[in-house]
C-alpha cells in the first residue's frame, strides 16, 4: 500500500469537494464531479418522471475484477490471469468481496462498463485512492459549461498515467432501395443533432441507470450506414508492490434497454457490426473460440447482437501467456488498444467509401455534396485529434521511469522472444497507420471541396455567358423591332399632312428601311469606325 491514510468513501467525496471549491480556481475541473458523487441515483417512474432511489443492482456486472500473479511458473500452453474474473453488481458486494493486493507478484485489472452510480465511484475511489482526474476526464460531459465559459487546460503531460482511446461501431440499417437526395440526408443529420442534444441533456441530469451504455458522438455517414462513438479511459496506478489498471467503457448494457437516442428509431431494422479483430493463427486456436462461445452465451438475452466492445471484460486475456505476463502493462492490455485500432479503422474505411460515392457525385457536375464534404471533414478532425492525443498519452506512458512506477515498464526479453517493447511498438504503429489514413481522408475531402467550389464557379460562369448570349440575341431584335416600331408609330400620327392624301405602302418601306440601315450600323460598327472614311477624306 502507498504510505497515505486510507479514504472512506466519504471522506474520499469530501476531498473532490473542498478541492473543487478552492478560491483559486484549481479544483474547478473537478466541479460537475464533486456534484455528481454528492447526487442521489435517480428512478424511472410512471410518466417518464424521475425520483431518488436507493442503490440497487445493475442489469449486467458494473464491475469486473481479474487479478494477475506476475512471475508465475507455468507451462507454454498456461494462458489468461491466474483468477477467475469476479463480477459485481453492487458497490457493497465489492467492497466487502476484495482486497487491495499488497504482494509484489499480484496486479489487478478493474474493468467498469457503461454509467456509474455517486456510490461505486466512492467505493472505488476510497478503496484504491484513486485519481480523481480519471474520473472527471471520462465523465466529462458533467462540465458542458467548461469550454463556454473557460476552456478545460489538460496537456497530455499531467496525465501520463491516463489514456483515453475512441471505439467506433458501424451500424447499417435498412432503408428503401432508392436514391438518396442529399437534401434528404442533410434532413436526417439535423434530426441526429436534435436528438443527441435531448441525450446529452439526459445524461446531464443523471437519468441514467448504473451500467447503461454511453454513447458520446452519433454520425449518419450516408442513407445506409451510421457511427456510434465511445470512449475507453484507461489509468494504471502503483499499488503497493505493484500496480493496478483501471479500465472505464462506454459499453454497457444493450442499447435497447438504455437511454434512447438517434440510433433508437426503428430497432428492428437497425444492425450494429461486430469490430473485427483478427490475429495470426486464430482460426486454428481451439481457445478463442470456445472464450467467443462463453461470452456470446452470457449476453444471449439481449434483443440484437452486442456490441464487440461490451464483450472485452469478459473471458479478458485468453490470448495471454501466463509466463509472459511480467512483461509489462503494455503486453496485458494489448486487446484494449487493438479494439480501438481496429474499429477506427473500419471507420475510416467506411469514411472513404462513402468519400468516394460523393467525389464521383462532384465529377458529374453535381454540386450537392458540398454540405457531405464539409460533415465528413468536421468528422475527421475530431477523430484525427482523438488519435493524435492517444499517441502522445502513450508515448508519456512508455517514457515513465520504471523507478518511479513499478512494474509499468516491460520488461526486456530473453534471447529468442520477441522483445516486450515491441507491443507499445506495434501499438503505435497501428494509432499512427490510422492517423495517416485520417489525415489522407482530410487531404482528398479538402481536395473535393475546393474541386466542388472550381466547379461551381466554372457552371456559375458557364450559365452567366450562355445568359449573356441570350441578352444579345434580345438585343439584336430589339435593333431590329424599336426601328419598325418606330415608322408604324410614325406613320400613325394625327397630322393633317399624313391625313391629306392616301399613302402608298411603299412610302413606309422608302422610310422603314434607312432607319433599320441607320440603327444597324450604330448597333455593329463603333464610332471610330463608322467616323474613319470622313478622316481618311478629310486627309
Request: aromatic share 10%; net charge neutral.
Amino acid at each position: 500500500m502507498n504510505n497515505l491514510k486510507a479514504f472512506t468513501s466519504n471522506e474520499y467525496e469530501r476531498a473532490i469537494s473542498d478541492f473543487s471549491k478552492l478560491r483559486t480556481g484549481e479544483g474547478e475541473i473537478h466541479e460537475g464531479l464533486a456534484e455528481f458523487l454528492n447526487s442521489e441515483p435517480l428512478a424511472v417512474n410512471s410518466g417518464n418522471s424521475y425520483s431518488t432511489q436507493p442503490e440497487i443492482a445493475s442489469e449486467e456486472p458494473f464491475l469486473t475484477l481479474y487479478e494477475l500473479c506476475l512471475n508465475q511458473p507455468a507451462g507454454p500452453e498456461a494462458r489468461g490471469p491466474c483468477t477467475k474474473p469476479q463480477d459485481f453488481q453492487t458497490p457493497n458486494e465489492f467492497y466487502e468481496s476484495t482486497q487491495v493486493s499488497d504482494q509484489e507478484v499480484t496486479a489487478q485489472i478493474l474493468f467498469l462498463r457503461g454509467y456509474p452510480s455517486p456510490r461505486w465511484l466512492k467505493v472505488i475511489g476510497a478503496k484504491y485512492r484513486l485519481e480523481p482526474d480519471f474520473l472527471a476526464k471520462h465523465l466529462d460531459f458533467l462540465n458542458p459549461s467548461a469550454s463556454e465559459d473557460l476552456p478545460v487546460v489538460r496537456l497530455p503531460t499531467s496525465l501520463a498515467h491516463v489514456i483515453q482511446l475512441c471505439i467506433t461501431t458501424i451500424g447499417s440499417r435498412d432503408c428503401e432501395k432508392r436514391n438518396y437526395k442529399q437534401d434528404e440526408i442533410d434532413s436526417i443529420r439535423k434530426q441526429d443533432k436534435a436528438d443527441m442534444i435531448l441525450y446529452s441533456s439526459k445524461l446531464l441530469k443523471g437519468m441514467f441507470k448504473v451500467g447503461n451504455a454511453i454513447v458520446r458522438h452519433y454520425s449518419t455517414l450516408d442513407k445506409t450506414f451510421f457511427a456510434l462513438e465511445q470512449k475507453v479511459s484507461i489509468h494504471i496506478q502503483n499499488q503497493g508492490k505493484s500496480w493496478v489498471a483501471f479500465v472505464w467503457i462506454d459499453s454497457g448494457n444493450d442499447l435497447d434497454r438504455s437511454i434512447q437516442g438517434p440510433w433508437s428509431h426503428d430497432p428492428g431494422q437497425i444492425r450494429l457490426h461486430p469490430i473485427i479483430m483478427y490475429s495470426s493463427m486464430d482460426a486454428l486456436d481451439p481457445t478463442i473460440l470456445e472464450s467467443t462461445k462463453l461470452r456470446l452465451q452470457k449476453y444471449s438475452n439481449w434483443s440484437k447482437q452486442p456490441q464487440t466492445a461490451a464483450l472485452l471484460p469478459l473471458g479478458y486475456g485468453s490470448k495471454l501467456r501466463s509466463e509472459k505476463l511480467d512483461r509489462g502493462i503494455m503486453y496485458i492490455l494489448y486487446d484494449i488498444f487493438s479494439m480501438s485500432a481496429y474499429s477506427e479503422s473500419q471507420f475510416l474505411i467506411q469514411v472513404d467509401s462513402t468519400l468516394r460515392k460523393t467525389l464521383e457525385n462532384v465529377n458529374e457536375d453535381r454540386f450537392d455534396g458540398f454540405t457531405n464534404l464539409t460533415f465528413l471533414r468536421k468528422l475527421l478532425h475530431r477523430h484525427i485529434q482523438q488519435t493524435q492525443m492517444a499517441i502522445i498519452a502513450l508515448k508519456n506512458f512508455q517514457s515513465l521511469d520504471s523507478s518511479d512506477h513499478r512494474g509499468f515498464k516491460e520488461s526486456p526479453a530473453t534471447s529468442g522472444e520477441v522483445k516486450a517493447g515491441t507491443t507499445t511498438m506495434w501499438i503505435l504503429q497501428d494509432l499512427n497507420s490510422n492517423l495517416e489514413y485520417a489525415k489522407a481522408l482530410d487531404k482528398q475531402s479538402q481536395e473535393g471541396i475546393t474541386v466542388l467550389m472550381s466547379s461551381a464557379s466554372i457552371a456559375e460562369s458557364r450559365k452567366a455567358m450562355a445568359l449573356q448570349e441570350r441578352i444579345g440575341k434580345l438585343t439584336l431584335l430589339a435593333f431590329l423591332f424599336v426601328p419598325l416600331s418606330f415608322t408604324t408609330s410614325f406613320f400613325g400620327m394625327n397630322f393633317k399632312e399624313l391625313n391629306a392624301q392616301v399613302m402608298s405602302i411603299w412610302t413606309w418601306f422608302v422610310m422603314a428601311i434607312p432607319v433599320i440601315a441607320v440603327t444597324q450600323i450604330a448597333y455593329f460598327c463603333t464610332v471610330e469606325q463608322v467616323t474613319a472614311p470622313f478622316r481618311r477624306l478629310r486627309d
